[in-house]
């Protein structure tokens, strides 16, 4: 399939904001029970802020891969059948629920529910709601790729299961940078981890690497045009200047490019980030941090790329020589 | 219930690209506004189509074959591109079974368009909505047309018949009777997309012409030759 930069950054964006919100809900709840020592409340509001802009920058990306954005809204009515659809009632769900928890942090506010008060509870309960609701908004976003049976490359789990752990090592790396300045006692809990879900993420992600290397088409020239016939060579494709079937599935990129995509993405989102954090948690330096958080995303970018680029689309059996 | 749809005879079909020009002709100037066309008479000419004609080579010289292939949307019994739209704008008629697209709702995601296992669906990069064959559906039911032409436009533009068009679902109409004889299929069936449109295949055309009919054994030509003497046999011109 051909990257679309909107629906890269889209997925990227709102990844890192969900795995932020997570992470902080960790925390809270961790500190509920008393293992981790408890922070302001304006640490949470301010990180809950933060995980709630990179949701609308992802948001904001979204409007660009749509041809007609002013009739967006349309597109929650077909929930029964459509995750995409499904996604698009869930991530402003999110939004709203994370703005949410925000404000209570923020203001310290203790609603009453039907004439009880869940005292400073308030917020677990509402995050604990929020981190439900993120888990159904990945289930969502990955669904999109991974119900579609003819691109066999997403059809698996493992599409699913790497949105949540991809999203979840940005959104805990952020966390960690978060932490360094405003909360330096949680910087070794964020970091410990933020580096414990990129190695599973880097294993999960090796694992989807390792299957698509080994997918075999189903469909064939034979099955695409019913002819018995070893020796089958398209002649023409019925256009001369490219249609959007030539566009649309096809990135159009070199193997070595692939190639060297798919290098920098792994050498960026795992190895050299959990570097970075273990050193930067060791001599107590920020920038690095900050770096690991940098290049985890931009190689989450490269990873997106690959993602979208190595689908071989079976209408691409159709679209062989000009 | 009804499903229309084509039956396309890839035994007859030449490749002259009329149905092309006949879908495109009609669809761009029918109500939904034109379907673009970019750069059409610069380099490169690119725009929205419904049908293609595309051309495969079988066999290995010497012994190749010409396939002209038409490829349109094929109106699946079960469409992959109905369910996943998120706005409703993708649908398959109840009454027939043509699959639509609402270019009133479509909010131009392209979701529809990975779904679609065969290619069926381009965007129209001017209005920004999915575009796919409609069956010509503005002709089918339209009174103000005489009947015959109650068709879709590829189908009376074919100078070869190579496209029929007609109920799926009855037995005794023209295309399931085609399907049932001569062989029909459809394509990419490992998807269970049950694909409405069907093929027929290529076949071989033989003539069986006996020695009798090439030299006629009583050819009374060769029985009054004055070069040679007159044959005592009986001559079939004799009985008149
Ligand atoms: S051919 Fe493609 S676009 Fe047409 S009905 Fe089937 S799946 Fe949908
Ligand atoms: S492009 Fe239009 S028809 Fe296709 S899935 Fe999106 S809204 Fe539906």
Redesign the interface.
Known sequence: MHPAFSVIFLTTLIGAGQGLFLALFTSESYAAVGLLPKQSHTFYAVGAFLALLLLIAGLIASVFHLGRPERAWRAASQWRTSWLSREVIALPLVMGLVALYALIHLFEWNPMFLGYSFGDKVTLILGGVTSAAIFALFLCTGMIYAAIRFLKEWFSPLTIINFILLGGASGFVLATVYSSYYAPNLINFFGLWAIAITLIAWFSRSASLARNARIKSTSTIQTAIGVRHTQIQQKSMGMMGGSFNTREYFHGKTLFFLKSVKWIFIVLTFPVPILLLWTGMQIDQQPLLLTAFVLQYTGLLFERWLFFAQANHPQNIYYQTV | MTQLALVIDLNVCVGC?AC?TSCKEWNTSSEPGPLLDE?PYG???????FN?????????FPNTE??H?P?SCLHCEDP?CV???????SYKREKDGIVLVDYD???????C???????A???D?K???MKKCTLCVDRLYDEALPEAERKPACVLACPTSARIYGDVHDPESEVSTAIREEGG???????GTKPSNH?L??RKTRMHIHEDELVRADNPLKQEDIRHETSKEVTLDDWF
């Open positions: 690209h092309v750069n380099k490169d000419p690119t725009g929205t189509f293609r004609v595309q051309t495969y080579e079988i066999g290995e010409t396939l292939f490829k992959p369910p996943v739209c998120p706005t409703g704008a709702k479509c909010i131009g995601c392209k979701y368009t990975w779904a679609c296992p065969y290619g669906r381009e965007i990069e209005q920004k909505v299929y459809q394509l990419m069936p490992e998807w093929y295949p290529r």
